[in-house]
Nanobody, 113 residues
Framework: QLQASGGGLVQAGGSLRLSCAAS????????MGWYRQAPGKEREPVAT???????YYKNSVEGRFTISRDIAKDTIYLQMNSLDREDTAVYYC?????????WGQGTLVTVSS
């Protein structure tokens, strides 16, 4: 299971940090990351981190968002800085293993102007 938290309302230019806690050791999970779904749009990948620490970012968030993990806490994070209205969405964490993909429940991020 994945438990996401940290969403909320923030003004443009502000920051938020999302957390996603796993119910098992994340060192055994090949890839973890975040997707988001804005109103009226399809779900899209935002950032991922592999079990060897390599990362991927969507172009529009690179340089503003940072994905990280704390293996001791079985948790990944998404630090989001310089937020703008285009970042408003429900953010979902996920975990991919060859056997299955798991999703968290989603946390809403709303960026106001």
């Amino acid at each position: 299971q994945l438990q996401a938290s940290g969403g909320g309302l923030v003004q443009a230019g502000g920051s938020l940090r999302l957390s996603c806690a796993a119910s098992e050791s994340i060192s055994s999970i090949h890839i973890m990351g975040w997707y988001r779904q804005a109103p009226g749009k399809e779900r899209e990948p935002v950032a991922t981190i592999s079990n060897i620490g390599s990362t991927y970012y969507k172009n529009s968030v690179e340089g503003r968002f940072t994905i990280s993990r704390d293996i001791a806490k079985d948790t990944i994070y998404l630090q989001m800085n310089s937020l703008d209205r285009e970042d408003t969405a429900v953010y979902y964490c996920y975990a991919w293993k060859p056997s299955a993909t798991y999703w968290g429940q989603g946390t809403l991020v709303t960026v106001s102007s």
